[in-house]
């Protein structure tokens, strides 16, 4: 027998009381707040090293340029051979190696270029 509200409806009827929504973690969020998400996009030779055209690394807070390239290479050990020479850029601006880096930071990196 279904149960009844005071009121004669059956407890079916009554609408459940709304539960907080929990907060939704943006792309932007890493799962360990002590960590930076880095958008990293491979050039032309080191393109090809890694085969991809881009990939996100987590860093720690107060990476630098040369942190988030240590970490590259241990992905792509064969960027390796680049590294002294690579162009870097940090969120379309050339930057140095002693740069750091913040959460959503685009990073190119890029073997120099030659021609005649």
Same mark, same amino acid.
């Given at each position: 027998?279904?149960?009844?509200?005071?009121?004669?409806?059956?407890?079916?009827?009554?609408?459940?009381?709304?539960?907080?929504?929990?907060?939704?973690?943006?792309?932007? &969020?890493?799962?360990?707040?002590?960590?930076?998400? +880095?958008?990293?996009? /491979?050039?032309? %030779?080191?393109?090809?090293? #890694?085969?991809?055209?881009?990939?996100?690394?987590?860093?720690?807070?107060?990476?630098?340029?040369?942190?988030?390239?240590?970490?590259?290479?241990?992905?792509?050990?064969?960027?390796? &051979?680049?590294?002294?020479?690579?162009?870097?850029? +940090?969120?379309?601006? /050339?930057?140095? %190696?002693?740069?750091?880096? #913040?959460?959503?930071?685009?990073?190119?990196?890029?073997?120099?270029?030659?021609?005649?």
């Amino acid at each position: 027998m279904p149960r009844k509200r005071t009121d004669g409806k059956p407890a079916a009827d009554r609408a459940k009381p709304a539960r907080p929504a929990k907060a939704a973690k943006s792309a932007g &969020e890493s799962a360990c707040p002590s960590r930076i998400k +880095v958008q990293v996009r /491979y050039y032309q %030779r080191v393109r090809e090293i #890694a085969g991809t055209q881009a990939e996100t690394h987590f860093v720690d807070m107060n990476s630098t340029v040369a942190d988030l390239l240590a970490a590259v290479v241990v992905r792509h050990p064969r960027v390796l &051979e680049f590294s002294p020479s690579l162009l870097v850029a +940090v969120n379309a601006s /050339y930057a140095e %190696r002693n740069a750091s880096l #913040a959460d959503g930071d685009i990073v190119d990196l890029m073997p120099p270029v030659s021609g005649g």
